[in-house]
């Protein structure tokens, strides 16, 4: 039986043909940096990354949103983007799974490059981007439907899956409403059950649980957990460092366009108490004035 992620039949073609020696090409903080191979297990032989950026630049205009970055992500682990707003998370991922052109830098995902042969990435990747566009009038289970045939899925198969995921996603009961009557977090649901539906080799989330209840933020995770231990890899942008400290094996930390840390979770963290104050510190954000200045709030009315 073909399960929900059953793994049997995912396409191994992109994990062949990459270098085995992964170079360290962090931008700054490099102290804290770790190459895949140190996250894989230090001596075991490493995995190709899931995700190799080189030199990566997107301006809009006089913004300059992505400055040239490099990042080489672990192939099935749990990555985290994590980076205040505006640091250039969600241009980084529109870059990297192919929806947006970079005006420099080169990206290859499991092994293909995704601007030279984007139909051999496409087939490999499940997107949830930002601002989720859905057909409106269509159920979730037609959505499902349509999303299985468009990959080219056997028919029977795509009854199958959709089926699984919208039972495990805890839409069955919804199956037939139009995705236009859908809540934030169900939106959010059936679009993660479209990105699963081929079981790809990474999927790509920008802020899977904003807007998701705490039960479904546990039920997302649960399968997403299920899929990297498969083999699988998640690369998710949150601002969550909660959610990130207790989900991800990976982080790298983005900000102002850069990347100031990548590596595995410990390293990036050091020696600070928790993600979120080493984070704060590699955002420059320590100290930062609280709202002291505004002494007029909470003043005489
Ligand atoms: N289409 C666009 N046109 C002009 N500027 C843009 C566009 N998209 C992004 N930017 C700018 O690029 C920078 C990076 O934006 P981006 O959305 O990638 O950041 P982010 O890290 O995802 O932020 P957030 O966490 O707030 O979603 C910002 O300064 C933003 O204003």
């Given at each position: 039986m073909v399960g929900l992620l059953d793994t049997s039949k995912r396409d191994t073609e992109g994990q062949c043909g990459m270098p085995e020696h992964v170079p360290d090409r962090t931008a700054e903080r490099t102290e804290r940096a770790a190459t895949p191979e140190a996250a894989a297990?230090?001596?075991?032989?490493a995995a190709p990354p899931a995700v190799r950026v080189e030199g990566l630049w997107k301006t809009f205009g006089e913004q300059?949103?992505?400055?040239g970055i490099d990042l080489d992500l672990p192939a099935g682990q749990f990555v985290g983007l994590v980076g205040p707003n505006g640091a250039g998370k969600t241009t980084t991922l529109s870059m990297v799974t192919g929806l947006l052109r970079p005006d420099m830098g080169r990206v290859q995902v499991a092994g293909h490059d995704v601007w030279g042969d984007p139909a051999a990435v496409k087939a490999r990747i499940g997107v949830l981007p930002e601002g989720l566009r859905l057909f409106?009038?269509?159920?979730g289970r037609e959505l499902l439907g349509y999303t299985g045939r468009l990959r080219g899925l056997p028919g029977d198969e795509v009854d199958k899956r959709a089926t699984q995921l919208l039972d495990v996603l805890d839409l069955a009961g919804s199956q037939?409403?139009?995705?236009?009557?859908?809540s934030t977090g169900m939106r959010k649901k059936i679009g993660l059950a479209a990105a699963l539906l081929h079981n790809p080799e990474v999927l790509f989330l920008d802020e899977p649980f904003e807007g998701v209840d705490p039960v479904s933020a546990q039920t997302i995770r649960g399968v997403l957990e299920r899929y990297t231990a498969s083999g699988a890899t998640v690369v998710f942008s949150s601002h969550v460092m909660e959610l990130v400290e207790s989900l991800c094996d990976w982080v790298a930390v983005m900000a102002a366009g850069r990347i100031r840390a990548q590596g595995t979770l410990a390293e990036v963290r050091g020696?600070?108490?928790?993600l979120q104050s080493a984070f704060l510190e590699l955002v420059g954000a320590q100290g930062r004035d609280t709202g002291e200045s505004l002494d007029w709030l909470g003043g005489a009315r």
């Open positions: 297990g230090g001596a075991r032989t300059v949103a992505v400055a409106e009038r269509l159920s037939h409403k139009l995705v236009v009557d859908y020696d600070a108490p928790s």
